[in-house]
């Protein structure tokens, strides 16, 4: 048997090269991006000097750059589909990214500038068309491939979680460039996994002159199925900007009210308002077993219950979590110290993260089920870059807090993902049509 179709627990044993190659990108990404605002506005003298930005300045730059990483996932993804191929196109990304990292460890200026655009590229090469390989180890309607993506996407989440707390200490209280130097190292490994795992990869994203077989079918023009598929892709696009412009408020808004109106004091002991920010990776990580199991399940009784339908609960979930934001609002408002208890802002986070377990691994396992070969890469660019874009949607959304209010904020956010998540359900039959089975599944070592 080729290395490549071996398997390790059931999956194949590519997947856990692409699983720590991804835990420790997403471990430089999540680390470099805690300390990057507080880098900026740090005063230029002490003993840790920063550049001493004005807060506005630093968050405009950050929203820009957290923008940009996920758009360039477009022309990321063309690359591959184009020319390189996503293996060799991962490659050059975690180049660019083990480049950009360190450079940001040196302390200059333009370091600096030239570090963020290493990244931004290097993300965009390498997001987009790691996830693409994920897919690509389970052929056809293997219906291994959701579990596989949700196992994926607990190693995003192991960097996630582990990253502010490790990079964000040595950076806050060593140096910054420590810091930075940290996400660099941790690139660096993940770089070297993925080198040495090629012979696990054998297959799986290889270029368009190498898929000598699927050369004649490469420049066939797409199909009325193909169609259907890329017209569904793009429909589902909008529950990504809805789902993420809701979630996203995890950094903004919820974290600022974390930190003025939740009562954070247990047992003598004031939780930091940023240990919240890890919550969320760590739900992922003790809940993604259980939630994609509960599919499975699920699946097993009702073959028909298929992505979109996942997609649509988890909307709904997640908006339920902005139920409890509303209770909590209501509870600071009441309480003679302004404060509302812990329990709501946990429970929160809770829905925020189930929810999230139902969309977002699924989003990733649906495209690379649904779009043509050809354009796969693309259409998995286009998918980040939408991210990218619900992003600034939750930026937005959670400045309209100033004026309105935080309950009618939450509130709002509730009663939107809701409607929206009960319309997509009254359509599902016809959409999933232009699915044209391409979710059909089938038993690991079926035909
Ligand atoms: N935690 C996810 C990740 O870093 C968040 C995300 C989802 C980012 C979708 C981009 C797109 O992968």
Not at 160 to 178: I, N, R, T
């Amino acid at each position: 048997m080729p290395d490549a179709r071996k398997t390790l627990w059931g999956h194949p044993k590519g997947l856990y090269i692409l699983f720590f190659t991804e835990l420790w990108e997403r471990f430089s990404y999540y680390g470099m991006r805690a300390i990057l605002v507080l880098y900026l506005t740090a005063a230029t003298t002490g003993d840790n000097p920063g550049l001493g930005w004005e807060n506005a300045s630093a968050l405009e730059l950050y929203g820009w750059y957290t923008m940009l990483v996920y758009l360039m996932g477009v022309p990321g993804g063309w690359i591959a589909d184009r020319w390189l191929g996503q293996k060799k196109t991962v490659m050059i990304g975690g180049l660019l990214l083990c480049a950009g990292h360190c450079i940001l460890a040196l302390e200059a200026l333009w370091a600096f500038y030239l570090g963020l655009a290493l990244i931004v590229s290097g993300v965009g090469a390498l997001k987009p068309n790691i996830s693409i390989m994920v897919g690509g180890l389970y052929p056809g309607r293997d219906v291994r491939r959701d579990s596989g993506f949700t196992l994926f996407y607990i190693g995003i989440n192991i960097g996630a979680f582990l990253a502010p707390l490790l990079v964000g200490y040595l950076g806050e209280v060593v140096s910054w460039h420590y810091g930075f130097g940290l996400a660099g190292l941790g690139m660096i490994l993940g770089q070297l996994i993925y080198i040495w795992g090629q012979r696990y990869l054998t297959g799986v994203g290889d270029s368009p002159a190498e898929r000598v077989r699927h050369t004649e079918e490469d420049n066939k023009p797409l199909t009325r199925e193909e169609k259907d598929r890329m017209i569904l892709l793009f429909l589902s696009f909008l529950i990504v900007i809805v789902f993420w412009g809701a979630y996203e408020q995890a950094g903004g808004l919820m974290n600022i009210y974390a930190k003025e109106k939740i009562d954070r004091m247990v047992g003598g002991f004031e939780i930091p308002a940023s240990y919240f920010q890890s919550l969320p990776a760590l739900y992922v990580i003790l809940f993604g077993g259980p939630v994609a199991l509960m599919w499975v399940r699920i699946r097993n009784k009702n073959p028909e219950v298929a992505s979109l339908f996942k997609m649509a609960v988890g909307t709904i979930i997640m908006g339920a979590g902005f139920l409890l934001m509303a209770g909590a609002s209501g509870e600071a408002d009441s309480a003679s110290h302004g404060k509302a208890a812990i329990w709501w802002i946990l429970g929160a986070y809770l829905l925020h993260v189930i929810g999230e377990l139902c969309t977002s691994p699924v989003a990733l396992s649906f495209i690379s089920k649904l779009a043509p070969h050809k354009y796969s890469s693309f259409m998995m660019g286009a998918y980040f870059a939408t991210t990218g874009l619900g992003n600034k949607l939750a930026g937005e959304v959670g400045e309209a807090a100033q004026k309105f209010g935080e309950t009618a904020i939450f509130n709002g956010i509730f009663s939107f993902c809701t409607m929206f998540g009960i319309l997509l359900l009254l359509f599902l039959k016809k959409l999933n049509k232009l699915a044209h089975d391409a979710e059909a599944v089938q038993l690991p070592g079926q035909g």
